[in-house]
């Protein structure tokens, strides 16, 4: 893997998964470097109180901030290896707006 994505992902993601708090940070740095996203498996960041009234279901705890998890969702986005950083921002911001008032988060997959 490339170091200054890999340095990325030793610094920034929140759990064994590729999800970031500052996941356009993660995406530049991943396109700057030559690399693509595959897909996205998406996780809902909600209170762990309130994990039955999320879109998700188990995940990963939030160690900064234990009252709050992220929870895998069913919603999967494949094959978007083909589209630029600009069309994966949109396309992430739209399943984000689209989802509201859920709080959606990407995990990625990627290729680099």
Known sequence: MNPEIE????ENSVCSDFIFRNWKDFL???????GCVESILWF??????????SLG?????DRDNPEYMWAETM???KN?????????VLHIEKVISDNHP?????????NE
Do not use: C, M, W
């Open 102 to 110: 859920h709080n959606l988060v990407p995990s990625f997959f990627i």
């Open 80 to 88: 978007l290896s083909v589209k630029s950083l600009s069309e994966i």
């Open 7 to 10: 340095r990325f992902i030793a």
């Open 44 to 53: 809902e960041y909600t209170p762990v109180e309130k994990q039955a009234e």
């Open 57 to 61: 279901g188990g995940g990963f705890a």
């Open 28 to 34: 530049n740095i991943l396109f700057e470097n030559g």
């Open 75 to 77: 919603i999967y986005d």
